[in-house]
């Protein structure tokens, strides 16, 4: 069968408009940020961040679980994320104009995260269960650092868009954002969007690139995912999973370090 030559036109424009665009540049290699992002308000996702993390304080504040700006570890994590926020606008624009926050919650999970618009949260699990170093808290806080500059939540928030709309999807790309607006206006939970492995093998080589650039160790990404991959001995296989295995994490991060061990080398003689 003949496609139209209307539509014809109308699936090459979509498929130039959705095409991510190609970014050479020093370090490791992700390519550019989705074109699907481009579905969803910027402005919109990282207020609903806003709001969400301010949420989230207020829980832990009332639970007595949100850690004062005296606590040793807080004070740790926010003077390791003082050293990479300055590499952040790199990868992102925006990243300059965020008002980054850094807390600590007192809890057992092994997690931490950073929502769009750089807003962090360490748990206290994370820490105390597997007694990270400076250079291992780098690649934690890289890495979550890196989804929000990748806009990995806004990602997931426009093709959901897309999938939900599909009718409207071509008329919207013009004028982005209306399709965002039904997604978030529906009461999206950033902390319980999942991303997908190819989401979290950019983060885990962007955050590389951060830690390294601010001086730390990137080699530390390995220890930690040794470390991490003992919390996870009941984890299904790797195609059950959203995350990539440990190992497959591992052997990622060993060959992007030729990449990134020149900038850290480089971090430590400035």
């Known amino acids: ?5 209307g539509w014809r036109s109308v699936c090459l424009g979509l498929a130039l408009v959705l095409a991510p665009a190609a970014w050479a540049r020093d370090g490791v290699d992700v390519g550019g940020n989705s074109a699907f992002s481009k579905l969803v308000s910027a402005d919109q996702v990282e ?43 790199d990868w992102n624009p925006r990243a ?4 980054w926050q850094v807390n600590l919650i007192g809890s057992s ?35 979550e650092i890196a989804h929000a500059l990748r ?5 997931r928030m426009g093709k959901s868009a ?19 607006q039904q997604v978030i206006g529906g009461g999206a939970q950033l902390l319980n969007l999942q991303f997908s492995r190819s989401d979290e093998t950019e983060a885990d080589l962007v955050g590389l690139e951060l830690a390294a650039r601010a ?6 990404g390995i220890s930690l995912w040794q470390k991490m991959s003992t919390q996870n001995t009941g984890a299904p296989p790797q195609w059950l999973s959203t995350h990539p295995a440990s190992s497959t994490r591992i052997a990622q991060i060993e060959k992007n370090l030729p990449k990134v061990l020149p900038l850290y080398e480089q971090a ?3």
């Open 1 to 5: 069968m003949q496609m139209n030559p």
């Open 47 to 89: 207020e609903t961040a806003k709001l969400q993390y301010q949420q989230t304080l207020q829980q832990a504040q009332q639970k007595q679980a949100l850690a004062p700006a005296d606590h040793p570890q807080l004070v740790r994590l926010r003077r390791i994320a003082q050293r990479i926020i300055p590499y952040t606008a």
């Open 96 to 99: 300059k104009d965020w008002k």
């Open 109 to 143: 999970q092994v997690n931490a995260w950073c929502m769009p618009g750089g807003k962090i949260a360490f748990y206290t699990g994370i820490l105390d269960k597997l007694q990270l170093n400076d250079d291992e808290i780098a690649a934690v806080m890289g890495h």
């Open 151 to 155: 806009e990995h939540a806004r990602e």
């Open 162 to 180: 897309a999938t939900n709309l599909g009718a409207n999807l071509l008329s919207q790309l013009l004028g982005a954002g209306t399709l965002g």
């Open 215 to 220: 001086g730390f160790d990137p080699r530390a």
């Open 268 to 270: 430590r003689k400035s």
